[in-house]
């Protein structure tokens, strides 16, 4: 299927979908602006890749972040817990005197767990300051070739690849792995989430979420730590990257993978391969 179809497609998914999920009209301007916040059907090796720039204009290119490389290697806990960088975009503050001093990016990137920010040599900078993607793009290539396949985001069932030890993930960046609490056992067992919506029913598994994540990912900033607490839950709200769109628009799955989250739907959307 070709972009312009694609696009088709989205529309008149989302034209139909709008309206039933908000239970008032969808207007083109709340359709434009869904639009907006859907960027799943990019090629798989931009999926999460976060491009940070400074807030005013600065002597550098761009620095680009890419989640699906670092996520091969460390667990989103070292980074969204350990080293504080927030899990929305633009937040962090990060800055050239933070990773000198060994924070943010420099916490890694200190020529020791890998390429220094630092001056020496200079084309290191080049590796995240740039706008020519082409070698992380091959570098993907490389790296997906081995990962089991999904239609979606990264084209990578990441979740598969931790079932199947294909992912070998550091934990904490201190010396001795962290003593880490353990799942309590009352959350071993899936939630049943949804409304009464036919086929609206939702698995969510806190096993396997806390695999990579720690609890205050979630709670209380994007999930109330009570059954049913999370008020103003919906499907819209989660296209719009709120609540589970938090992450399953912009790094984990996206929400066009509606089995992923609905044992019960059909994807609807265009998948890619
Ligand atoms: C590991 C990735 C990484 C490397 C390597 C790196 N930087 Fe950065 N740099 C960043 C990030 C992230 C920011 C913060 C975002 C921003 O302000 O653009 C930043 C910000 C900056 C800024 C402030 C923003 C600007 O454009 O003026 C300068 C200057 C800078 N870096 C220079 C360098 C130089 C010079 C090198 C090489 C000696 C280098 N950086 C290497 C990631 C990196
Ligand atoms: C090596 C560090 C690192 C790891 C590991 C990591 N992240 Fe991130 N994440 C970042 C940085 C840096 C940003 C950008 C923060 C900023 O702009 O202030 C970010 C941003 C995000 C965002 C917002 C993206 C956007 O486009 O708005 C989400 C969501 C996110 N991360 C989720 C995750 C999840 C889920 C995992 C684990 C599967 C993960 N991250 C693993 C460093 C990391
Ligand atoms: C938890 C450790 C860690 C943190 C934090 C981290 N990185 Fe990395 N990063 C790595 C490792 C390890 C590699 C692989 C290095 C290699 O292959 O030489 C890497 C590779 C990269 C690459 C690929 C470069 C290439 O030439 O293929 C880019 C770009 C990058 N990091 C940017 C960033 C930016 C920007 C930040 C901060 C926003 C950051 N990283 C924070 C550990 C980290
Ligand atoms: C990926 C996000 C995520 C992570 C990580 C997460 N939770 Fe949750 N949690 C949820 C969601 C979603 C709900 C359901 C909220 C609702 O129904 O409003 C929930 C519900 C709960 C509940 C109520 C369960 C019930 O049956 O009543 C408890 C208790 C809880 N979480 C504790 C934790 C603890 C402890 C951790 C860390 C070990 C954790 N959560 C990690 C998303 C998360
Ligand atoms: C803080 C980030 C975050 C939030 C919030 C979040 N997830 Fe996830 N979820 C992930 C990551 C990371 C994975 C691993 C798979 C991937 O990256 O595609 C995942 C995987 C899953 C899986 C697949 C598990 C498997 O075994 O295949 C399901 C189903 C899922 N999430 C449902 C949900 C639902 C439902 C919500 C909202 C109630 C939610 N998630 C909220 C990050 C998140
Ligand atoms: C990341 C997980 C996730 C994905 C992917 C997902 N959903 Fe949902 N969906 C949910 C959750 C959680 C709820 C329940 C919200 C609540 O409890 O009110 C829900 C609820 C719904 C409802 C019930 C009405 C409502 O607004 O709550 C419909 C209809 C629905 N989803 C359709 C879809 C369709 C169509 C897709 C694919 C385009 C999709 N969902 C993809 C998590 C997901």
Same mark, same amino acid.
């Given at each position: 299927?070709n972009t312009?179809?694609?696009?088709l497609?989205?529309?008149?998914v989302?034209w139909v979908?709008?309206?039933?999920m908000s239970g ?5 301007s ?6 907006e916040t859907?960027?799943?059907?990019g090629?798989?090796w931009?999926?999460g890749?976060?491009v940070?720039?400074?807030a005013r204009?600065?002597?550098?290119d761009?620095a680009v972040f890419?989640h699906w490389?670092? &996520?091969s &290697? ?14 929305r975009?633009g937040e962090?503050g990060i ?5 000198l001093?060994?924070?943010h990016c420099? #916490?890694?990137? =200190?020529?020791?767990? #890998?390429?220094s920010?630092?001056s ?5 900078c080049q590796?995240?300051h740039t706008r020519?993607l082409k ?9 997906a #070739?081995g990962m089991?396949?999904?239609r979606?985001? =990264?084209g990578i069932d990441?979740?598969a690849a ?9 934990d904490?960046l201190?010396?001795?792995q962290?003593?880490?609490m353990?799942?309590?056992?009352n959350?071993a067992r899936?939630?049943e ?5 036919? &086929? ?6 806190h096993?396997e979420?806390?695999?990579?994540m720690?609890c205050? =990912?979630?709670?209380?900033d994007?999930?109330?730590?009570q059954?049913?607490g999370?008020?103003?839950f919906?499907?819209?709200r =989660? ?10 628009m ?7 993978h509606?089995?992923?989250c ?6 609807r959307?265009?998948?890619?391969r």
């Amino acid at each position: 299927m070709n972009t312009a179809t694609r696009v088709l497609v989205l529309l008149v998914v989302l034209w139909v979908l709008v309206p039933t999920m908000s239970g008032q009209g969808g207007s083109r301007s709340e359709l434009g602006r869904i639009l907006e916040t859907i960027p799943p059907d990019g090629p798989p090796w931009s999926y999460g890749n976060v491009v940070l720039r400074p807030a005013r204009g600065g002597r550098m290119d761009p620095a680009v972040f890419p989640h699906w490389l670092h &996520r091969s &290697r460390y667990t989103c806990r070292v980074c969204h817990l350990e080293l504080g960088f927030s899990i929305r975009r633009g937040e962090t503050g990060i800055s050239r005197s933070g990773n000198l001093a060994g924070r943010h990016c420099g #916490a890694c990137h =200190n020529g020791k767990v #890998a390429f220094s920010v630092s001056s020496q040599p200079k084309r290191q900078c080049q590796r995240c300051h740039t706008r020519d993607l082409k070698p992380l793009k091959r570098r993907f290539e490389q790296f997906a #070739a081995g990962m089991p396949e999904s239609r979606f985001g =990264n084209g990578i069932d990441w979740a598969a690849a931790l079932r199947e030890g294909l992912r070998d993930l550091q934990d904490s960046l201190g010396t001795e792995q962290q003593t880490r609490m353990r799942l309590p056992p009352n959350l071993a067992r899936d939630l049943e989430l949804g409304t009464r919506a036919p &086929r609206s029913g939702v698995r969510f598994s806190h096993r396997e979420h806390f695999a990579e994540m720690d609890c205050s =990912n979630c709670h209380p900033d994007i999930f109330q730590i009570q059954r049913s607490g999370t008020e103003l839950f919906s499907m819209e709200r =989660n296209i719009f990257g709120w609540y589970c769109g938090s992450c399953h628009m912009r790094v984990a799955f996206p929400m066009s993978h509606c089995n992923g989250c609905h044992p019960g739907m059909r994807d609807r959307l265009p998948g890619r391969r």
